[in-house]
């Protein structure tokens, strides 16, 4: 019985130790550029820069996602200079909720309610400005990103240093059969 408290007290210290790792702000930026090439009838570009910042306090967690994404796309290969549309989209969200961290796993747990989410959205090169579009756009990604900041996350820790904190996303069975592969991120402390 002895030998059991004094190991469940060195997993727990273990863990408290590992926790207070955690604690303070952590940023991560990930950037995409990606070729269109004749998809759809449409060439151009795609410039994506994404930005995640964790605050852990206690076991409580704030989390702000910031997309900016730039499409480029030619519609007329015969007449690029009258047919170059540049799509403009820009995503905020913001979520708060409390967190656990067993086993190497970090469960980030929203807490209820809609979380904060602002969708700017603009249109270049189009006849009207592009409202038309860009209001059909602001609508679903608005949806979206609420949608993913209500659902409760997993990670697994890969290390986490005084600096630096690694995340491999875990998958849900859904996420799996639909082929997706896990993501490995690397977040730095501000």
Do not use: H
Request: proline share 3%; hydrophobic share 40%.
């Amino acid at each position: 019985m002895k030998r059991f408290i004094t190991m469940t007290l060195a997993v727990l210290l273990a863990v408290t130790a590992f926790a207070q790792n955690l604690e303070g702000t952590w940023s991560y930026t990930g950037n995409k550029n990606e070729k269109m090439n004749g998809e759809n009838n449409v060439n151009g570009e795609l410039k994506a820069v994404t930005t995640v910042t964790l605050t852990f306090s206690g076991a409580a967690f704030e989390c702000t996602r910031k997309a900016d994404v730039r499409m480029d796309m030619v519609l007329d290969q015969n007449d690029p200079d009258d047919s170059t549309v540049g799509l403009l989209v820009k995503l905020n969200g913001k979520n708060a909720g409390s967190f656990e961290l067993a086993d190497g796993v970090l469960k980030l747990i929203p807490n209820k309610g809609k979380p904060q989410v602002d969708v700017k959205t603009d249109v270049e090169g189009m006849p009207s400005g592009g409202e038309m579009l860009a209001g059909m756009l602001a609508g679903p990604l608005k949806n979206e990103m609420v949608k993913e900041l209500k659902e409760t996350e997993q990670y697994k820790v890969i290390s986490a240093t005084a600096t630096e904190l690694t995340l491999e996303e875990i998958l849900t069975k859904k996420d799996i059969a639909d082929g997706k592969k896990a993501e490995t991120v690397v977040f730095k402390k501000k």
